[in-house]
């Protein structure tokens, strides 16, 4: 039989290794990856603790004008799923319901707001919900410990 060149044994050494990763690390990872994109964009609506800025409302009104709801429930809805759904994702208590939240504001901005994002960020955004909406939190969240009591 023929002998591994050494390009083939490195690959096959690193496949190993990477296969290591324990899947759970990868879970909160992907969980705070996801919650960590929309907390940040949370924060750049809100002066002080939770007071939505005007620039908010302006935004609304003038760049996103989502057709679905009127500005004055699209702000505040928005801005405080972005601060709540990121924090329960990241503390992993009612994962899977949160990622879909983010999932679903990912879409619409997708659709209504930035339609040209795809490939370049809202793609990355789907791929990090759906993999925790479909593999949930992993044993490093509150989920697991209610659901293992």
């Not at 324990?22 to 990872?29: E, F, R, S, V």
């Not at 009127?70 to 994962?95: C, K």
Request: charge should be neutral.
């Amino acid at each position: 039989m023929k002998e591994m060149s050494p390009i083939h044994k490195a690959n096959s050494a690193l496949i190993g290794w990477m296969g290591k990763i324990p899947q759970d690390l990868i879970q909160l990872t992907l969980r705070l990856g996801l919650a960590g994109i929309f907390w940040m964009s949370a924060r750049t609506k809100v002066t002080g603790f939770l007071s939505i800025s005007d620039s908010t409302y302006f935004l609304f009104e003038e760049e996103y004008r989502l057709p679905l709801l009127p500005v004055d429930i699209a702000v505040p809805l928005a801005t405080y799923a972005e601060h709540l759904l990121p924090i329960l994702l990241a503390f992993g208590l009612a994962t899977r319901l949160s990622a879909l939240g983010l999932f679903v504001m990912a879409l619409v901005i997708q659709l209504f707001v930035y339609p040209s994002a795809f490939l370049s960020t809202h793609l990355g955004w789907f791929a990090m919900a759906l993999a925790v909406m479909g593999y949930g939190p992993g044993c490093l969240s509150i989920d697991h410990l209610i659901t293992r009591k």
